[in-house]
């Protein structure tokens, strides 16, 4: 179990205290791991809140820095799914609640970590909110398989459950309009919708002056070329990308590149079509991402379950549009900006017939709606205002 003993108060005068919790988090997980960092440097410049984060790692460790708090918990990891690890310890969860003192606590895994913290925070009076980060019955449909039957049972299924554990939240967010609209068809109650943003003086339109050089660097070559970035998972479809881009490649000339890592990364790789498809590292470094994401006339965003595509949205700041499988958080961005176009989930002749038009449209045009749609509407600091407006309106409310 975690000592906390050494670990002084937090911002004691905050008048507003976060505790984030979840397992989807790794050193080179995407999404959410942003989302925590972001959320940090947010609180760190605000002197009145604080922020405590609990997520899972290979041994206990406590770390501070301006006003924010990381707590690690041993735990072991989910095979087949690296870098995540499960969060099993509940007298851990419970010691931190106790001293972190949190006004609210977050919730970014629908799991395991609800389920162990509920107890502690319903003994200390604090509410819970979840921030639905994974679209969990497409999900799971897509890793499990099976017949239209087994789909539709599964699915069924998963909303259940979802429904009962939404019943342990004072609220729950999501990123997305349709998101929003699909939680409350499903029964799920308190939908509140703030979207996630993107860091624009890290990823703008003026990184691609310097396309050229970042290509090189990456041993990229010239010419049209489109990429995606993130966990090479079996939900995210990139073998359907892979699939459909032979037709693309001998019809545009446009390469494909994969930036990342992930378990489907031996399969992607073994696939017919694999060796032509240029493989990059997972990049630890925002500007260098962002270079990349820059130096693309395409990004592809594959990914029917997202619940917002946060690299998608990097990459239209920085000016660069985006095709999209037509269901998803991805896709309603793409539809809302006329930043891009879409092609049908899962068919590979879709890929190849809309990427093939993508590249015969005027990419330039594509990039200025992307980059304004970004640029107008995911700023973080206009983001997550929106989010502790939220916080402090499910406090006041349990509050009153």
């Not at 095979?79 to 099993?88: A, D, E, N, T």
Request: glycine share 10%; aromatic share 8%; net charge positive.
């Amino acid at each position: 179990m975690i000592d906390t003993s050494s670990a002084p108060p937090l911002r004691p005068q905050a008048s507003l205290g976060v505790l984030d919790a979840t397992e989807w988090f790794g050193e080179t997980s995407g999404g959410i791991r942003t989302y925590l960092r972001e959320k940090s440097r947010f609180v760190a410049a605000r002197p009145h809140l604080r922020q405590s984060i609990v997520v899972p790692g290979d041994q206990d460790a406590i770390s501070d820095e301006s006003g924010v708090r990381l707590f690690r918990l041993r735990g072991p990891a989910i095979p087949r799914h690296k870098p995540y690890r499960v969060m099993l310890s509940w007298r851990s969860l419970a010691r931190i609640v106790r001293h972190e003192r949190p006004h609210i606590i977050e919730v970014g895994s629908p799991f395991m970590v609800p389920w162990l913290l509920s107890p502690e925070a319903k003994r200390q009076g604090i509410p819970m909110v979840s921030f639905h980060h994974t679209d969990v019955a497409g999900v799971l449909s897509r890793v499990v398989g099976g017949s239209a039957t087994t789909q539709r049972r599964l699915t069924k299924a998963t909303w259940a459950y979802l429904r009962q554990l939404d019943r342990l939240f004072s609220a729950t967010i999501v990123a997305t309009r349709g998101g929003a609209d699909e939680l409350r068809r499903e029964g799920i109650e308190r939908v509140e919708h703030v979207p996630l943003g993107v860091d624009l003086t890290t990823f703008t339109s003026a990184r691609r002056q310097d396309r050229e050089a970042t290509r090189h660097a990456h041993g990229l070559p010239e010419g049209p070329l489109a990429g995606y970035v993130g966990r090479f998972a079996r939900e995210k479809e990139l073998h359907v990308v892979l699939d459909g881009w032979a037709h693309v490649e001998r019809t545009t000339g446009a390469r494909l590149v994969l930036v990342g890592a992930g378990p489907e990364e031996a399969r992607l790789r073994a696939h017919p079509y694999g060796p032509r498809v240029l493989f990059v590292p997972y990049l630890q470094e925002r500007d260098a991402l962002a270079d990349l994401l820059a130096a693309l006339d395409v990004y592809v965003a594959p990914g029917p379950a997202e619940t917002f595509g946060l690299s998608a949205v990097e990459a239209m700041a920085c000016g660069t549009p985006v095709l999209s499988a037509h269901r998803g958080a991805v896709a309603e961005h793409v539809l809302r900006s006329g930043g891009g176009l879409t092609y049908e989930a899962g068919n590979a002749s879709a890929v190849a017939a809309q990427g093939v038009r993508i590249f015969d449209a005027d990419l330039t045009q594509l990039g200025e709606r992307a980059e304004g749609f970004a640029t107008a509407e995911h700023g973080w600091p206009t983001v997550l205002n929106q989010l502790f407006a939220v916080y402090q309106r499910v406090v006041d409310g349990r509050e009153s």
